[in-house]
T-cell receptor
């Protein structure tokens, strides 16, 4: 069964460093998302991406964040200058069609900022 | 702003029991509601998706219902097993935010 994959599974970085989290969505899906979950808290929406551009973003997704689909398969989240509070589990998700479809989540990348 | 609440926060039951997890949301103008399972330190596994026009969905021992007008959904698990132990998350798709999540119910099924 097709699945969303994410790399790395765990990333440790120093405050102020740039990180890139990678995702391979399910092929033929058209909508892509990033969510995050700070330890012990709710899963929060960051950004959605469709047709090679951002379609929606939350207040969390400020200028420090960016997303890209550099080729036909990868979907990346970049954090330019990490802060301690960026430590969280980051989930990528993809969806085939519109708002009535199921979102499929990847296993997540645990980001630890020291 | 949509808010999703799940009750109870934690639940412990003996194996074999039937149980109900509750989810409520503040804005009834939703497109759909999705139930997920999350194992510790892992990703989210989609269990059931209910469209706003539907009343319930079933998959195996799981049955989810939706009462959109009252802003409520329930997840019913029949004949619970130790392997069902996990955190169950409810999420709604409404407005411009693809999914708004509740904090989850942590379920422990004791053998």
């Amino acid at each position: 069964e097709p699945e969303v994959t994410q790399t790395p599974s765990h990333q440790v970085t120093q405050m102020g460093q740039e990180v890139i989290l990678r995702c391979v969505p399910i092929s033929n899906h058209l909508y892509f998302y990033w969510y995050r979950q700070i330890l012990g808290q709710k899963v929060e929406f960051l950004v959605s991406f469709y047709n090679n551009e951002i379609s929606e973003k939350s207040e969390i997704f400020d200028d420090q964040f960016s997303v890209e689909r550099p080729d036909g398969s990868n979907f990346t989240l970049k954090i330019r200058s990490t802060k301690l509070e960026d430590s969280a589990m980051y989930f990528c998700a993809s969806m085939a069609g519109g708002r009535t479809d199921t979102q499929y989540f990847g296993p997540g990348t645990r980001l630890t900022v020291l | 702003k949509q808010e999703v609440t799940q009750i109870p926060a934690a639940l412990s039951v003996p194996e074999g029991e039937n149980l109900v997890l509750n989810c409520s949301f503040t804005d009834s103008a939703i497109y759909n509601l999705q139930w997920f399972r999350q194992d510790p330190g892992k990703g989210l596994t989609s269990l059931l998706l209910i469209q706003s026009s539907q009343r319930e969905q079933t998959s195996g021992r799981l049955n989810a219902s939706l009462d959109k007008s009252s802003g409520r959904s329930t997840l019913y698990i029949a004949a619970s097993q130790p392997g069902d132990s996990a955190t169950y998350l409810c999420a709604v798709y409404s407005g411009n935010t693809p999914l708004v999540f509740g904090k989850g119910t942590r379920l422990s099924v004791i053998a």
